[in-house]
């Protein structure tokens, strides 16, 4: 009986696994991100303890998806590092498979500013908006309805917040919530404040913990809206 090739070299930017990559290797190269996906079961029927392994070979990272019903359980993610990093894929139940090798570390980072301004009531806590976002590694960051950061891994978050104002206040107050609840404050009240910044580290669950920016000031005035003066980012520091 003729043996069956070992070697499964793809080229494109998606690819689903079949049955004969069982104890293969797959090899995925291309310029642009590759989406790899498995089957579930029910299509494709690979034996429990079945393995295949797998070769970003290309520039373009490889991401790897459980199909209908499929978890694909990994750490610290379900991305390749680098280009020519490897991976395996072993089935260790019906629809469940685990993704161990050279993966990619999930570190979120987020940077957004205010590029409309905004009308603060005075002496009334309004949200701040922030539209527009200068990078948003793990798509975790709400730039266009609630302008909320809801990060997908647990961990300390350092963030850093400020809003500026169109002229002079009496007073003006930051602040950072977390799922609602002021978190940390910053405040200005001197007087003549034109803006004001607050910076803290806070513990996030990595699944419904969210952060936003709220701003008062004692006179009604617009926000400026810039990249320089009305901001807020962070990153992700330590996992929990």
Sequence with gaps: MAQLPLLNAQTGTTYTTVLTDAGKLVTLSNAGAITLTVPPSSSVAYAIGTSIDLVQSGAGQVTVVGGSGV??????????????????????????WQLVGDLAATVPAFGAYQSTLQSLTAATYTKISFQTEEFDTDNCFDSTTNYRFTPTVAGYYQLNAAFALSGASSEAYIQIRKNGSNFKSGNDIGGTAYGVTVAAI????????????????????????SQAGTYFNGCLVRTL
């Design 202 to 225: 806070v513990s996030l669950n990595g699944s419904t913990d969210y952060v936003e920016v709220w701003g008062y000031s004692g006179t009604a005035l617009n926000t400026g809206a």
């Design 71 to 96: 978890t694909v359980n990994a750490t610290p993610s379900l991305k390749f590092r680098a280009q020519n990093s490897a991976a395996t894929l072993l089935k260790v139940a019906t629809d469940t």
